[in-house]
């Protein structure tokens, strides 16, 4: 992977664009979040997404009951069984959520130009001229001239299934708008978004609760997706209500950011969260359109110095319905990775789309080329810069390792870990070539038994850019001695090779602790 490494800042041989990219057991360093649903539920499609380069898979709540969920993860477990492959379980909340309420699931025609009233009165029938929503107190968030945007998964307002609405006048509970273009609502799901108004409902609510302390517990979830994150508070709440149950304390929170509420409070969210979820389907609505780009590239920065995830999301929408991307989305996912992004979420694309495996493949493969041409000197030099002297000795061992890596052209970094802690920061300093983190587990007990950790650790960081866990045997410890670090590293060099990233003759870099110490080694390998 190093030696196909370019810059675009360097001339570049037109032609060589054209030539095929070497195959690789990993399609791409930047991670892909795939949404399980309709599509995407059976045992086979699963395993392909997984072969494709799925790394995390979403279950979003928003729709579908728990037994429902339940089926695709068993089906998602028999897929990691058949494949090999590990794959992270990420839960999606629902959050303050306004919908339509549509009883008879009929198609609904709005016609531009004509008024419709939303109204919190649930039992009425849902028609062209009126709408019953999920919400008794948005005559009190609105005035007239605030826009409201009405769709089926929150789509661009392009296509005839999502419209824009503008707030008339305020009538009691009720709230006329008017209709701007001509759509009809067909379909269960439809979501209702207030642009920059303040919704009072709560980020975590009694549903989300229900189906955390339920489905979360009982599939030990690695990360809660928290959405319409609008403060850190939000992330103190749920990690507090995540500490009452068990083992979800160790589940990583990650903040959904999808208003401006979220954008202003970015920095507190960022420092209370596990990483972040740029959610451009509401900042979209939120923002305007010629502010987004700069939001992504501010909040991706942020998040690659703060050494925490960030995913960006609603990259090929159109592969709902479509085999390739559009132009204008391909340059999207590239500049995605240009800015930084850990991983590139998949919603309707693979939840209800008609090509959820070739979605997966076209954005590794986009995420790949993407890589070669990422400027890791200039970013490495920014974040030493950023970080600042004196390093902690953690951050100085990631650094080194990272710096020792590229001068040495190692084909791998391989990382002795308990917590994850310093893969991470490896992974932080983007080195070009993947990172293997050997996750030690660690034993523990609650006086009542004992277990192993680690699985979780290596899950985890199945979000991380450049970092691709194996789980250690827990007979040697972190810190081991000499004969079983050797014993450990050999396994690793032998899972290397297996999986073709690292050969006969490579270089390779070796992060591990010996007794107290944090050592950084070179090592060559023989035939």
């Known amino acids: 992977m190093n030696s196909n490494h370019l810059l675009l800042e360097e001339p570049i041989r037109m032609a060589s664009i054209l030539e095929p990219s070497r195959p690789s057991y990993f399609p791409s360093m930047t991670r892909i979040v795939g949404t399980l649903g309709p599509k995407s539920r059976s045992v086979e499609v699963i395993s392909r997404c997984l072969m494709a380069g799925m790394s995390v898979a979403r279950f979003d709540f928003t729709w579908g009951d728990a037994e429902f969920h339940q089926e695709t993860l068993e089906n998602l477990k028999l897929a990691i069984k058949k494949t090999k492959k590990l794959c992270a379980v990420m839960l999606d909340t629902t959050g303050p959520e306004l919908l339509v309420v549509n009883k008879s699931d009929q198609p609904i025609p709005l016609e531009a130009d004509s008024f419709v009233v939303l109204t919190p009165d649930q039992e009425k029938e849902a028609s062209s001229n009126l709408l019953p929503i999920n919400f008794s107190g948005l005559a009190k968030a609105v005035k007239s001239g605030d826009t409201i945007f009405l769709g089926q998964y929150l789509f661009t307002g392009s296509e005839t299934t999502s419209v824009w609405l503008e707030v008339s006048e305020v009538k009691g509970d009720d709230v006329v708008c008017l209709i701007k273009n001509s759509a009809v609502l067909a379909g269960t799901l439809y979501t209702l978004h207030v642009s920059q ?96 780009f700069l939001f992504q590239k501010a909040a991706v920065y942020k998040c690659n110095m703060a050494g925490k995830p960030a995913v960006v999301t609603r990259v090929v929408d159109s592969m709902t319905d479509n085999l390739r991307p559009t132009r204008a989305e391909a340059t999207d996912v590239a500049n995605a990775v240009l800015d930084g992004a850990d991983a590139i979420l998949l919603g309707a694309e693979t939840m209800r789309g008609l090509y959820p495996v070739e979605s997966i493949s076209i954005v590794g493969k986009i995420c790949g080329e993407s890589e070669k041409v990422y400027n890791q000197d200039s970013y490495f030099k920014k974040t030493v810069k950023y970080v600042g002297e004196p390093m902690s000795h953690m951050e100085s061992i990631a650094s080194s390792a ?34 293997l983190s050997v996750v030690i587990p660690r034993l523990k007990t609650n006086q009542l038994r004992w277990t192993f950790t680690g699985a979780f650790e290596a899950r985890q960081s199945l979000i991380i850019r450049g970092l691709f ?40 870099v070796v992060c591990q602790k010996v007794g107290d110490d944090s050592v950084v080694k070179i090592i060559e390998l023989e035939d």
């Open 197 to 292: 108004v303040h919704i009072d409902l709560p980020t975590l609510n009694d549903k989300d609760k229900e189906v955390i302390s339920t489905w979360g517990v009982k599939n030990n979830v690695d990360f809660l997706s928290l959405s319409h994150t609008r403060s850190g508070q939000d992330i103190r709440q749920a990690r507090e209500y995540l500490s009452k149950l068990g083992d979800l304390s160790q589940t990583q929170i990650f903040a959904k950011i999808e208003n401006v509420e979220g954008l202003v409070n970015f920095d507190e969210i960022l420092q209370e969260a596990d990483g972040i979820i740029l959610a451009r389907g509401n900042l979209g609505i939120d923002l305007p359109p010629e502010k987004v």
């Open 402 to 435: 990272v710096r020792a890596a590229i001068k040495v052209k190692a084909s791998v970094i391989i990382c002795f870990t308990s917590s994850g802690r310093a893969a991470r920061l490896i992974a932080k300093y983007r080195p070009t070539m993947p990172v």
């Open 469 to 508: 866990p194996m789980l250690a045997d827990p007979r040697h410890p972190a810190e081991g001695t000499s004969a079983t670090n050797e014993t450990v590293l050999k396994v690793a060099l032998d899972h290397g090779r297996n999986i073709g990233v690292i050969k006969s003759h490579d270089r390779v």
